[in-house]
């Protein structure tokens, strides 16, 4: 007869082996699987890819259309490579939106609950879909960049106010529109995890990249001076930006005070995911 002695280190053993069974790499694995087989990727990924090539093609041909009505002021401070690169104001709109989702639509489905009984300690989860997404994004995004650079600067060529990869800076800066949105990539993912509303998630960082620079903009000029350069939407944008005005952090300060804000923001969806329930 089978006694709840012979019973227990069976269960044990198997609980073992469950656990056992669950390593980063598998975690890695199922979030790339869930990632590429939602509708809601594909067409996010799509309108970020159009919005950073064919919008940054399309103002580089209308600044060059209209360069004989600019101002010696407007010429002067004219950036070529930030004109190219102007898709990745928009195509943020489409990666925040889905970095949000990768919690928050779990969330609203309830699919979180078997992600959660299948990796129990939690973290995992967490770091897998940054991960994902996150390479996902760099390198479509990265290599967008590099489309809409090229047809910005043919456009922009038949005036003779194209630039090159060669020259200061500009190579930074294609790069720089791709990590840019990988970190709002990210951003998306850790308000995703906070918050767990696809509508809050969605409009806290809506209101952190688009609404408060408004906000400061209309603050004294004493004041918004020397808090724009370290808004996060300011700060990570310095660098696809080659032409900067004097209260810029730089490229590489101000991109790594963007990365410190995500880094924030995904350790405290770190510290909820394992604190809260699902």
Known sequence: MTTLTDVGPARGELTA?????????RVLLSEWTKLRSLRS????????????VALGILISWAQASHWDQESPIDRLTFDPTNTSLSG????????????????SGEYGTGMIRATITAVPHRLPVLWAKSIVFGVVTLVLMTVSSFVAFVGGQAMLSSKHID??????????A???????LTVVALLGVALGALVRSTAGGIATLFGVLLILPLIVNFLPSSWSNNIDPYLPSSAGQDIFTVVRDSSSLGPWTGFLLFCGYAAVLLAAAAVVLRRRDA
């Open 174 to 180: 294609v790069f720089g529109g791709g990590l840019y």
């Open 163 to 172: 630039t090159t990869l060669g020259h200061p800076g500009v190579l930074t």
């Open 17 to 25: 082996q469950a656990g056992y069974g669950v390593t980063q790499r």
């Open 41 to 52: 990727t594909l067409f996010s990924l799509l309108a970020a890819i159009v919005f950073v």
């Open 88 to 103: 990745v104001f928009l195509a943020q709109l489409a990666i925040g939106v889905l970095g949000v989702l990768m919690f």
